[in-house]
């Protein structure tokens, strides 16, 4: 080989190495880029979404990453705790007492042939909203596969119309989602839907054989807001009765009317009225005696009859009673002593609430109580008697009217004197 030959060669070597590493080396100069580009991808994504995911996505994924606390073993709650609830609703079906035959009533409603509404009807603190949670229990899946209870709060902040029907919308797929642990999870929605959304998912939940008990609490509250709940609401809310398989049972104080009116929409799809009123002499015994001796403590006679003379047989009303009493015994405090005690505590303690009850009522009604406590002459056959007796407030004893609960009679006996 001549020398030019070498050096051309040579000078072919050089290009090729230089060709080969200028590629090599745009290459990890891309590759670089890339990275740096993903990086930044990642990074704007993330930014964006923590910028843009609502304060519920983000809550719901912070507690995603939390583990549920460890389990603690029942009897020593019950130690640490106090056996009594008195102000909560009631959630967990053992402390739940009574009811059974509104109970098997609501649960035909969704049962029957066809499906029918139910109005409940109760003073305050009567147990409304404990009895459709317990109703929402009792229709468990196992028995009763077919029917979604949904319990909805029309005491839940609302905007608009389109708001509750989300509202109504999401329990309505959490709870068939609860149902039946092999459909996928509902998806999340939107704040709003329209009216179509909601009657859709019940006329094709209908078709597939769901049906739905709609259990709306308090549902005054839905007239309060006349602005936003009109007429047409309520038509809509009727109208998903024929739309898929759905009824309602709706809780309340009085019978709700659109406002300044004596009707609704809703009420001729109602097909009867039941009032939350006192619990049977039985279940009220049971619920002055179960809690304490599944606590460990057990009542003697003659403080499970101070309870129940103080109280009456309303639940809210015995719990509270029997937790005081309840709490002088863990004190030591027992006996004559403490039920002297309960008998001047809970008046005290109950003073507001009474207080309360009373401005609920209307004249004719306060009226009404005020005759029953003096033993004043009364009109048997007054309106006012007889939703006094439903609500619980009066009872019939040996052909004669009285308040039911030492406690209340005696408050109201001294208001109507002070009262003007
Ligand atoms: N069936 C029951 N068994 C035992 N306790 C009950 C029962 N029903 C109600 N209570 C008692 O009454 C209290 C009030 O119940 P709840 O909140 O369900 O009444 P409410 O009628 O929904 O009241 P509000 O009028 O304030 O909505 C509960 O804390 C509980 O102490
Ligand atoms: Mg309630």
Same mark, same amino acid.
């Given at each position: 080989?001549?020398?030019?030959?070498i050096?051309?060669l040579a000078?072919?070597?050089?290009?090729?190495?230089?060709?080969?590493?200028?590629?090599?080396?745009?290459?990890?100069t891309?590759?670089?880029k890339?990275?740096e580009?993903? +990086?930044?991808?990642?990074?704007?994504?993330?930014?964006?979404?923590?910028?843009?995911a609502?304060?519920?996505?983000?809550?719901?994924?912070?507690?995603?990453?939390?583990?549920s606390p460890?389990e603690?073993?029942?009897?020593?709650?019950l130690?640490?705790?106090?056996?009594?609830l008195?102000g909560?609703?009631?959630?967990?079906?053992?402390?739940?007492?009574g009811r059974?035959d509104?109970l098997?009533?609501?649960i035909?409603c969704?049962?029957?042939?066809?499906?029918?509404?139910?109005?409940?009807?109760?003073?305050?603190?009567?147990?409304k909203t404990s009895f459709?949670r317990?109703?929402?229990?009792?229709?468990g899946?196992d028995?009763?596969?077919?029917?979604?209870?949904?319990y909805?709060?029309? %005491?839940?902040?609302i905007?608009?119309?389109?708001?509750?029907?989300?509202?109504?919308?999401r329990?309505?797929?959490?709870a068939?989602?609860k149902?039946?642990?092999?459909?996928?999870?509902?998806p999340d929605?939107?704040?709003e839907?329209?009216?179509?959304t909601l009657s859709?998912?019940f006329?094709?939940?209908?078709?597939r054989?769901?049906?739905f008990?709609?259990?709306l609490?308090?549902?005054?509250?839905?007239?309060k807001?006349?602005?936003?709940?009109d007429?047409?609401f309520f038509?809509?809310?009727?109208?998903?009765?024929?739309?898929g398989?759905?009824?309602?049972?709706?809780?309340?104080?009085?019978?709700?009317?659109?406002?300044?009116?004596?009707?609704s929409p809703?009420?001729?799809?109602?097909?009867?009225? +039941?009032?939350?009123?006192?619990?049977?002499?039985?279940?009220a015994?049971?619920?002055?005696?179960e809690?304490?001796?599944?606590?460990?403590?057990?009542?003697?006679?003659?403080?499970i009859?101070?309870?129940?003379h103080?109280?009456g047989?309303?639940?809210?009303?015995? %719990?509270?009673?029997?937790?005081l009493?309840?709490k002088?015994h863990?004190s030591?405090v027992r006996?004559?002593e403490?039920?002297?005690?309960?008998a001047?505590?809970?008046?005290?303690?109950?003073?507001?609430?009474?207080q309360?009850?009373?401005?609920h009522?209307?004249k004719e009604e306060y009226?009404?109580?005020?005759?029953?406590v003096?033993q004043?002459?009364i009109?048997?056959?007054?309106?006012?008697?007889r939703?006094?007796?439903n609500y619980?407030f009066?009872e019939?004893?040996?052909?004669r009217y009285?308040?039911?609960?030492?406690t209340?009679?005696?408050?109201?006996?001294?208001?109507?004197?002070?009262a +003007?």
């Amino acid at each position: 080989m001549s020398a030019i030959e070498i050096v051309s060669l040579a000078g072919s070597i050089a290009a090729v190495i230089t060709a080969v590493f200028g590629l090599w080396y745009q290459a990890r100069t891309l590759k670089r880029k890339e990275k740096e580009l993903q +990086h930044k991808i990642e990074y704007d994504w993330k930014e964006f979404q923590e910028k843009y995911a609502s304060p519920e996505d983000l809550t719901n994924k912070w507690l995603d990453g939390i583990d549920s606390p460890k389990e603690v073993h029942e009897d020593s709650l019950l130690e640490i705790g106090y056996p009594y609830l008195a102000g909560a609703p009631v959630r967990r079906p053992e402390l739940f007492y009574g009811r059974r035959d509104l109970l098997e009533e609501c649960i035909k409603c969704g049962n029957g042939e066809q499906m029918a509404s139910l109005s409940i009807l109760g003073a305050r603190r009567a147990g409304k909203t404990s009895f459709l949670r317990f109703l929402e229990y009792s229709l468990g899946a196992d028995r009763y596969p077919q029917i979604v209870p949904v319990y909805l709060d029309a %005491q839940t902040p609302i905007k608009s119309c389109e708001n509750f029907y989300a509202y109504m919308l999401r329990e309505a797929m959490q709870a068939l989602e609860k149902r039946n642990i092999n459909i996928p999870r509902a998806p999340d929605l939107p704040k709003e839907v329209p009216y179509d959304t909601l009657s859709t998912f019940f006329k094709q939940a209908g078709e597939r054989h769901w049906r739905f008990l709609l259990l709306l609490d308090e549902m005054e509250n839905l007239v309060k807001f006349s602005n936003i709940f009109d007429e047409k609401f309520f038509s809509g809310m009727r109208a998903l009765i024929q739309i898929g398989q759905v009824s309602w049972i709706t809780s309340s104080f009085r019978t709700v009317y659109m406002p300044n009116t004596t009707s609704s929409p809703f009420l001729n799809i109602i097909q009867a009225t +039941h009032y939350i009123g006192p619990l049977t002499e039985q279940d009220a015994r049971r619920l002055v005696v179960e809690p304490a001796a599944r606590a460990g403590h057990f009542f003697e006679e003659k403080d499970i009859e101070a309870i129940l003379h103080s109280a009456g047989r309303m639940p809210f009303l015995i %719990q509270k009673a029997a937790l005081l009493l309840y709490k002088s015994h863990i004190s030591n405090v027992r006996g004559e002593e403490a039920r002297r005690q309960l008998a001047s505590s809970f008046t005290l303690e109950m003073q507001n609430y009474l207080q309360s009850q009373l401005t609920h009522l209307t004249k004719e009604e306060y009226d009404t109580l005020v005759q029953v406590v003096r033993q004043d002459e009364i009109d048997e056959d007054s309106h006012a008697l007889r939703i006094l007796q439903n609500y619980g407030f009066v009872e019939k004893v040996n052909e004669r009217y009285q308040i039911l609960g030492e406690t209340f009679a005696d408050y109201l006996y001294r208001y109507s004197k002070t009262a +003007h």
